[in-house]
């Protein structure tokens, strides 16, 4: 899968932006020379290291597939209920076609659960 630069680079501006840093000061937490860096992967001139991804991670409190752009939950650990589906399709995609099959059973049979329970209560 390739990673569009360009997105990825108004993520780290989006994260960098909601701590209120400065591209300077992003890249002294980071441990950077300088802004250049964060300047250049803002503009998705170049993706960071593997390193850097996971400084960003930890320092932006989200997973290194949100700050790439591979997923839109933040923090899958924290996955809110509002989300919920949004975090599903995002996990579904990586299982393999027998266990994306199960899935669907287990969903199948709760909705199945739910409507006879429903059905219970009239």
């Known amino acids: 899968m390739e990673i569009d630069k360009i997105m990825v680079g108004n993520r780290i501006k989006k994260l960098r932006k909601e701590l209120n840093l400065t591209q300077e000061e992003l890249a002294l937490k980071l441990g950077l020379k300088g802004k250049s860096s964060i300047a250049n992967y803002e503009k998705g001139m170049i993706s960071p290291s593997d390193d850097i991804k996971l400084q960003m991670s930890k320092l932006f409190n989200c997973s290194i ?14 996955v809110n209920v509002e ?40």
Request: glycine content about 8%.
């Open 83 to 122: 989300h919920l589906d949004i975090a599903f399709a995002t996990g579904i995609k990586g299982l393999n076609k027998e266990n994306q099959e199960i899935a669907k059973n287990i969903i199948e049979g709760l909705l199945a659960k739910q409507k006879s329970e429903e059905n219970k209560k009239k």
């Open 65 to 78: 597939d949100y700050l790439m752009g591979l997923s839109d939950i933040r923090n899958s650990q924290k």
